[in-house]
């Protein structure tokens, strides 16, 4: 039927007595304790932290405060200062946003245009199709 709660879980117990019959409803707090964990390979660490850098360094060469910042890009100054450390925890959202506040919402449109790895392995494909004899 239901789930029995967990060791510790504030619950609470209605009774009710409907002729003769008892039932019992139990009613518990939900908690969500499982976070999600982002797990990146340590070069993507260190990029997002050079990324959350250069946007720093980027707000500050213009001279707008943390605050004025968290509040043009309509995010908590929390937000702002986790998307400057580099993060991986902030939605990609709010770093568009916060690109987008000091015009540089371009830059991440070139992020992944020129994929040189991409197009190697797509050439050694064509190559290997056409010393086979087959045209695709």
Do not use: H
Not at 101 to 124: E, K, P
Request: proline share 2%; hydrophobic share 40%; net charge positive.
């Amino acid at each position: 039927m239901g789930s029995v709660p967990n060791e510790g879980e504030k619950c609470a117990v209605i009774v009710a007595f409907v002729g003769e019959v008892c039932y019992y409803i139990v009613c518990c707090e939900w908690r969500r304790d499982m976070k999600r964990q982002t797990r990146l390979f340590p070069k993507a660490v260190v990029a997002l932290e050079r990324l959350g850098e250069n946007i720093k360094l980027a707000r500050r060469r213009r001279g707008i405060t943390s605050a004025l910042m968290a509040e043009r890009a309509d995010m908590s100054l929390m937000t702002l200062r986790a998307i400057e450390r580099g993060s991986p925890k902030v939605a990609m959202g709010n770093y568009m946003s916060v690109l987008f506040c000091l015009g540089m919402q371009d830059d991440m449109a070139q992020v992944a245009a020129a994929d040189l790895q991409g197009r190697d392995i797509q050439d050694a494909r064509l190559l290997r199709g056409s010393r086979q004899g087959g045209t695709r």
